[in-house]
């Protein structure tokens, strides 16, 4: 344990954050490529020479690239990655590019992949506007009382296809080169001329169709296929007005950074068009290397612009979980407390009204305070984690600006108990129906998740330890239902933001166990049976990202350690220190570090929209390091839901 502190405070920011590996997603190099290949631009060539190292490394054996860098080939990301590589100046006759045509082209070529890569091929010019389904810009003129206004769609979703509406309504296209003649002869398997583009809108790979379309959304996409024909040029002229106002808004809000990868570079290239070389594509360029992340195989683009607020907030709690808060471990807690407290953030975003924002001030964000948009768990572990330091004279958070975060935890609680991440839940459950991603699950609506029910339910619980006099009592004990209600039949959790049963599990325990749950509730017996059940003989646990696609827990060839990690300070909170199966977990992760005091590489431990897998790289340092501080002693399960 003493190894794993010195590791993990050894590896800390000069900021005081803790900065890692926050990528994975095979799709986001591409898009980062192409948008600048549509406004004339290249990346730089230490940059280029690496995203083509990076996209190599990560080609599949037969010749595809997955969603992400561990997934099975989609045609999806096998074109996009192909386009990239062609763009950055890789031959046709390439081997690895002979190699990915062999795959894809049997499967259909661009005509087969999900929607998101037609439409960046159409920006390109390698693929045609009418073979899209229908992205017009008009819904964002329709009244905001509507149960389908764009405004109700979770701000991720609705972030990215603002910028796409806006481009779809201009028919946008990168400028007519012979590289792009000779690229659409590579993409598809028959003559570019013979297309059908009409019957291309609805095809899709069997290995892309995960989230097919229904007969609701096949009507939708018809009703606007009929719309594009007749529309009004005046009404598209003010939806084009509108999405541009919004588009600077959130360019704004977040100083150029963006919720995302893919609205960040969508939006760059909407300035581009709209005011070629004005000062919006300046600011753009200039925080477009922020989403950069060099690795050992390359350079690739992150998943956002860091996860450094949100991986902080977990080392603060898993240093003062391991008792030594004096010599290096205080200092690494003090540089922490500073980064915490100026990340905060302190205003709301300007106008938030008028572009659908809501209130931000006193949340924190996934990242940065730069970004802008706060989020309700990473709000709560940086709450718990600023309490932690209180009694240790380190939070640098005056109480008044504590209490606004509490404030906003509060403010965000849905109707069913729950909390969902950016915003309350806006839209009907039945909007998921119109999904029209291919690839992702669960994009439309912002619903309430057990991570960040959890976690609010955590920090309430701790504030209240500080201030007893807090009225958070009923919100504390509707997110207690409301992970209740969540928890399956044989036990488990299911998690959204990490894999899978064992993430979600940690949570669904440690949040009942802060509300007040006793070892003995049959919820947490029923949650020390699950994850029993699923302990390996060699007192590990192991789960892989098919756990969350399928739905079902799925067995990993070997043990993970942040997996173990989650189910040792499960069992841990649920009272559990001193049994069987937490003292087996405990000797197999001390037994899997290695002697510097760190974890081996493993598979990834994250996910988003239920397929796509992305990386923590600090999880190695933080959780086995929290697993094994609070396992060594029986009042750990307080520490473990911050108490």
């Given at each position: ?105 049997p499967r259909g070529g661009a005509l087969a992949s999900a929607s998101w890569g037609k439409f960046v091929l ?10 899209l389904a229908p992205v017009p810009p008009e819904p964002w003129l329709l009244p905001r009382a509507l149960p ?192 915490l407290e100026a990340q905060q953030v302190l205003e709301d975003s300007p106008d938030a009204a008028r572009h ?288």
């Amino acid at each position: 344990m003493r190894r794993a502190r010195d590791v993990l405070a050894r590896t800390q920011a000069a900021d005081g954050s803790w900065k890692g590996d926050y990528s994975g997603p095979l799709f986001l190099g591409p898009v980062y490529v192409a948008g600048l290949y549509v406004m004339g631009r290249a990346p730089e060539p230490r940059v280029r020479d690496g995203m083509v190292a990076f996209t190599r490394a990560h080609q599949n054996a037969d010749g595809g690239w997955g969603l992400d860098v561990e997934s099975p080939s989609l045609v999806f990301t096998s074109v996009l990655n192909y386009v990239a590589l062609r763009l950055l100046g890789v031959g046709a006759d390439d081997p690895g590019l002979s190699l990915a045509r062999a795959w894809f082209l049997p499967r259909g070529g661009a005509l087969a992949s999900a929607s998101w890569g037609k439409f960046v091929l159409a920006l390109l010019g390698l693929y045609d506007y009418e073979g899209l389904a229908p992205v017009p810009p008009e819904p964002w003129l329709l009244p905001r009382a509507l149960p389908f206004h764009p405004s109700r769609l979770w701000c991720h979703c609705r972030m990215v296809y603002l910028p796409m509406g806006w481009l779809y309504g201009r028919r946008a296209r990168a400028r007519e080169a012979p590289l792009l003649a000779e690229l659409r002869r590579e993409l598809y398997p028959q003559p570019y001329a013979d297309v059908d583009w009409g019957a291309a809108r609805g095809r899709v790979a069997r290995t892309d169709g995960y989230s097919p379309h229904g007969p609701a959304l096949r009507a939708v996409h018809r009703v606007l296929g009929l719309y594009e024909r007749f529309h009004s040029k005046r009404l598209r002229a003010r939806a084009l007005d509108e999405s541009l106002a919004l588009i600077r808004g959130e360019d704004e809000a977040t100083h150029f950074i963006c919720i995302g990868p893919i609205n960040k570079v969508l939006d760059m290239v909407v300035w581009h068009v709209a005011r070629p070389e004005g000062p919006e594509v300046r600011a753009h360029l200039e925080r477009l290397p922020d989403y950069l992340q060099p690795t050992a195989q390359g350079i690739t683009v992150n998943g956002y612009n860091s996860s450094q607020l949100w991986d902080t907030a977990f080392a603060v709690q898993a240093l003062v979980a391991s008792g030594d808060t004096t010599g290096g471990a205080r200092d690494a807690l003090e540089r922490a407390g500073r980064y915490l407290e100026a990340q905060q953030v302190l205003e709301d975003s300007p106008d938030a009204a008028r572009h659908y924002r809501h209130p931000s001030r006193g949340g924190w964000p996934f990242s940065t305070r730069a970004h802008g948009w706060p989020i309700s768990d990473c709000t709560a572990e940086a709450l718990k984690a600023c309490l932690l330091l209180e009694p240790l004279g380190l939070n640098r958070v005056p109480r008044e600006r504590l209490a606004q975060a509490v404030a906003f935890i509060l403010s965000l609680q849905n109707r069913d108990g729950g909390w969902a991440t950016y915003e309350r839940r806006r839209g009907p459950r039945w909007l998921e129906r119109f999904n029209p991603s291919d690839v992702f699950a669960g994009i439309m609506v912002d619903s309430s998740y057990v991570e960040c029910t959890s976690a609010c339910v955590q920090a309430l619980v701790a504030w209240r330890g500080a201030h007893p006099d807090a009225p958070v009592g009923r919100a504390i004990a509707r997110g207690a239902d409301f992970l209740r209600r969540q928890q399956r039949p044989d036990g488990g959790w299911e998690g959204s933001w990490g894999v899978c049963f064992s993430y979600g599990t940690w949570f669904g325990v440690t949040g009942l166990v802060a509300s007040g749950a006793g070892a003995s509730d049959p919820a947490l017996r029923r949650a020390v049976a699950f994850l029993e059940a699923h302990q390996r003989e060699d007192g590990s646990w192991s789960e892989t990202l098919q756990a969350c696609r399928e739905r079902r827990w799925v067995e990993g060839r070997s043990g993970h350690a942040v997996t173990t990690s989650w189910a040792v300070l499960s069992l841990v909170a649920a009272g559990e220190a001193d049994a069987a199966a937490t003292r087996r977990g405990v000797a197999w992760l001390r037994a899997r570090q290695a002697a510097e005091g760190a974890w081996p590489p493993e598979p990834l431990a994250g996910v988003f929209n239920r397929t796509c897998a992305i990386h923590y790289d600090a999880y190695l340092r933080i959780f086995p390091l929290w697993a094994l501080a609070l396992a060594e002693r029986p009042s750990g399960a307080l520490t473990a839901c911050g108490g």
